[in-house]
């Protein structure tokens, strides 16, 4: 629409340029001029009326348009500008909510680190709790104990699912605590089946407290603030691509490793779906949250890695990248 403005405009501006070079040319060479010792005032009268009502016109009509397309860009920039400041008053509330995280005697990004490896523990904990369940020899004369170990059994043969609902489990007990979440409430689902029995064993084990204990308080609206941060920054229809990339690139730059790491294992679960919702497209704009602004880029590589990579999760997107020269993690994940 600029463009079309301004062509239309200077369009106007030349033609009136044109008609007035013209007149002035033709009129030389019919034998009138505009100055001499004798001036006719009712022939430049004539003249004035000419440009006034023709080739006025095309500069007026220029003018109007330029005018529209100056009241355009100036409503433009006040837009901008209004994102601008609700961008960085969210960019300041992110830094008040992760000041405001605390774990034991542990605050900010010091607190966030110890909550990876809280999960990290508790991720650790339900598999081995799990691999428990796949070992146990249910008694031979008990045919319910049977068949219900049989379900489960087929259940976890399936690689996908068990690392699925290991997951989904652990990040539950991180997130709600061991008392309050089932990744499913259908008693006949087999996954609540096991979500009982996985229960059971970490209670008898005697895990820690700490481990157990809801954190939802500390980071749901943490992860809710962020996630409405990158969608503000998503649907504004002020900005191309590659702006909307610049801002995002700036919450990431707020996100330490371990909060990078923690938003990644937030988004393989039920609450932060919708961070890598869809999964698999090669057009950048219809891209996941986390793959189409690289979220978690500066994941670093000395993590211990636990589930699934990810590395394995984006590989898509990661060759997407890729092929227009640019890195989808600073250090491979992959392996």
């Known amino acids: 629409m600029k463009k079309a403005i301004l062509w239309v405009a200077w369009g106007m501006i030349i033609l009136g340029g044109i008609i007035s070079v013209y007149f002035i040319v033709r009129t030389y060479l019919d034998g009138y001029w505009i100055y001499g010792n004798n001036v006719e005032y009712d022939i430049t009268g004539q003249f004035g009326d000419f440009f006034g009502g023709v080739v006025g016109t095309f500069f ?5 348009l330029l005018v529209v ?8 920039q006040n837009r901008r500008e209004s994102f601008e400041t609700k961008f ?8 008040q909510n992760v000041d405001e995280i605390q774990v034991d005697d542990t605050k900010g990004r010091e607190a966030v680190e110890k909550l990876f490896y809280y999960f990290r523990d508790i991720y650790r904990k339900v598999e081995n709790a799990v691999n428990a369940i796949e070992n146990i020899i249910p008694p031979s004369h008990d045919k319910s104990e049977i068949e219900r170990f049989d379900k489960m059994k087929r259940f976890l043969a399936d690689s996908d699912k068990k690392l699925t609902f290991i997951h989904d489990l652990s990040y539950g007990y991180f997130f709600y605590g061991i008392n309050n979440y089932y990744v499913t409430k259908d008693k006949q689902d087999v996954r609540f089946i096991i979500n009982v029995d996985v229960t059971a064993i970490l209670i008898v084990e005697k895990t820690p407290k700490s481990l157990l204990v809801p954190r939802n308080s500390l980071l749901g609206h943490y992860f809710r603030h962020l996630y409405q941060m990158i969608q503000f920054i998503a649907k504004t229809d002020e900005f191309n691509e590659e702006e909307k990339y610049a801002y995002a690139k700036m919450v990431r730059a707020q996100l330490s490793d371990f909060e990078q790491a923690l938003l990644y294992y937030n988004s393989l679960s039920v609450m932060g779906k919708s961070w890598i919702t869809p999964l698999g497209k090669t057009d950048f704009e219809k891209m996941c949250m986390i793959a189409r602004f690289r979220m978690i880029k500066n994941m670093p590589y000395y993590f211990e890695y636990f589930g699934k990579r990810p590395g394995d999760l984006f590989v898509i997107e990661k060759n997407a990248w890729e092929r227009v020269g640019k890195k989808f993690f600073e250090i491979d994940l992959t392996n």
């Open 60 to 64: 007026a009509l220029a003018g109007t």
């Open 69 to 76: 397309l100056t009241f355009k860009e100036q409503a433009k």
């Open 88 to 95: 960085y008053e969210m960019i300041n509330l992110h830094k």
